[in-house]
């Protein structure tokens, strides 16, 4: 086993997670957990990170670098934000230091975008794009990391030109659980079992986009007057605020764009079935792999050697 | 005062209205409460009925005519559907009889739409239509009925020829209440005091609908940038939302088509200005007036004289 060179840390609103890696590269040890900022906001920061640490017997002094939301100004330590259009690498750059700790602790900042008609920020994703892509990427990309708030963003030539957000994960969320469609999906599983509901209701949303709306209500009055099931109520809501998603990044992406999905899981399924039902041609990257390669290029960038 | 002709219900989900009404069409009293069909559903239909028509000291044997909730599956006597296309006129003879009343109580049927492509229902507001445009009304109209689950009707020569829903009521109050967005549009009055902002969401959303989901998230992003304000916030969502449902029911309607809002209040207030905000005309119906108008010609065809 190789020595270990760094610790690696994707630090979320509501999850963490913490690799040792080697001076190979190689992944020594793991350590998740789910105090996110908003828990280790109250049970201390650096509380959590030793906890984890010792899980993982990381050797005293080894240096730590973060991305994600313990740089927000209600995390650990604000790690602001780099403005864009900017170059990848200049993420690499843009780094605070954790004060008093007996270890080097590093954040990295977010990406802020402060075009007054389409303010837009993130914390974490720029970390995963950059290990997506690498800093030195070429053509021009649209990468989407689903989630939540899933992030689009375009690259070009390795310089972020601009990026958006979109509620889909959350707006999902509070479709499922605090409104009448409710009743139309209790019961179904989290995944759509129905992929002929979902691929349906995704060619319809993205043809046209203005119907969202309306198209939620179907999945109510398709049970009402035809039976509809639990799961293809769920595809359906699902279906329709994937490909609104889709729809409003690709009206922004141009022509001769390489998609880049960056994912894992039930939404990197998601996701394939979408593009696949809109005949979008993408690759994808593991989720883990590309926020471990992002931390590992800023941990080589800071530490060299 | 002329003597009394008929009782007249709008019996909502979660209101109800009854008036008590003369022999020359006038207003001689009215009840209002929330024994809406959720309550009613628990407490008693013909108690909260009785109720009500001692309030206004309805004669005995005085004849009433209800619509909307109380007559759905889940309400008083089910009072089913016409299926549409269907001319206005038809709605007026699918009344049924509450049985066991010491009185001749009728329920007016709803609307549905049976399309597998675009299932849609409605109970109430067929009778808000019937009062705006009359049974027998001419040229090409799409008649917008807001609310929680808002309304789009397209008439063609006083034929219904299809309807859609937008959830445009109920998702503003999930977003609001049930995501992040809470805390941006915390403190906000419920109607937009700031009408330059609402203007400027309705504009983008209806150009960009595809968009929605992105802008939802600005409210958020344009705080943390800009010191967006909690109106101003609030406005964005409001805005977004509205342009979105009349981006799709316009696409619907086609041109030379004339819209007719029906509506009161708060709503007619923000349509109003939304469709200002897109140079679409537009003639205003009050909703009281409208659903007035449409029992009323309900209990002229079923009690003549």
New interface residues.
Partial sequence: MADPAYVAVDWGTSSFRLWLIGKDDSVLAESRGNEGMTTAAKTGFAEVLASHLGKVNAPENLPVIICGMAGAKQGWVEAGYVDVPASLSSILTGAVSVPDQSRDVRILPGL???D??????MRGEETQLLGALGPQSTGSQAVCMPGT?SKWVHVKNGRVSGF?????G??F???S????LSHAIAGADQSPADEAAFGSAVK?AYD???????L???AR??Q???GLTAAAAQAKISGT?IA??I??AM?DAGTGVDVTLVAAGRLQGLYEAAFKALSLSYNTIDADTAVRGGLAAAAKTIWPN
Wanted: neutral net charge.
């Fill in positions: 802020a975008q402060r007054p008609a389409r303010p837009d920020v708030h958006s957000s979109f509620m889909t959350e707006l969320d509070a479709i659980k605090h409104t009448i319809t046209r986009p203005a119907m969202a709306t309306n939620f209500f179907t009055s398709g009402l007057l035809h605020l609104l998603e729809a409003g009206s």
